[in-house]
T-cell receptor
């Protein structure tokens, strides 16, 4: 059951560029929308989460949710080589269920 | 502060051998605990979760099992490994189901079954 679609990439960008990642979903019951970052051979770590449609900023990161289109995005401004990682979107539904995207590998080239 | 530990970090096991992966959480009480598997190109798959000692919910029928003998300890086991059990196993915890139910993951255990 493909509830969350995320293009696995990889996505290569030069240092300083804007990285744009997105996920689409089909389940209207999704309530919270999260982005996790996963470095190679490590566990994912939460970057940010949001509940409502609109934008949420945290430093160089902006999460965007459009519930009407069932589409979420993550933007990374002024990308750095340290941003090279896999980014996973995740969405909460029900009491404790999280649906994850497959992850999008990002490579920032110095 | 809360920390989560997983071990072993890496292991290579022959088909048919047993498995035991351990996870412990420090700095919190009565956490919700989770086991996920991450296979290449397949994303994160929830295997088990637990809301308390001895309470295990299984999400996917398979030859794996989980146990929670103590409040902050979660163990993933198998009696006989299959080739398809290879993958990156992640333990995670959360404080509750309200809100976003943010998960904090361990560093993972990479299992290769030969």
């Amino acid at each position: 059951q493909k509830e969350v679609e995320q293009d696995p990439g990889p996505l290569s960008v030069p240092e300083g560029a804007i990285v744009s990642l997105n996920c689409t979903y089909s389940n209207s019951a999704f309530q919270y929308f999260m982005w996790y970052r996963q470095y190679s051979r490590k566990g994912p770590e939460l970057l940010m989460y949001t509940y409502s449609s609109g934008n949420k900023e945290d430093g160089r990161f902006t999460a965007q949710v459009d519930k009407s289109s069932k589409y979420i995005s993550l933007f990374i401004r002024d990308s750095q080589p340290s941003d090279s990682a896999t980014y996973l979107c995740a969405m909460k539904y029900g009491n404790n269920r999280l649906a994850f995207g497959k992850g999008n590998q990002v490579v920032v080239i110095p | 502060s809360q920390t989560i530990h997983q071990w072993p970090a890496t292991l290579v096991q022959p088909v048919g051998s047993p498995l035991s992966l351990e996870c412990t959480v420090e700095g919190t009480s009565n956490p919700n605990l989770y086991w996920y598997r991450q296979a290449a190109g397949r994303g994160l798959q929830l295997l088990f979760y637990s809301v308390g000692i001895g309470q295990i919910s299984s999400e996917v029928p398979q030859n794996l099992s989980a146990s929670r003998p103590q409040d902050r300890q979660f163990i993933l086991s198998s009696k006989k490994l299959l080739l398809s059990d290879s993958g990156f196993y992640l333990c995670a915890w959360s404080t509750g189901f309200s809100g976003a139910n943010v998960l904090t993951f361990g560093a993972g255990s990479r299992l290769t079954v030969l």
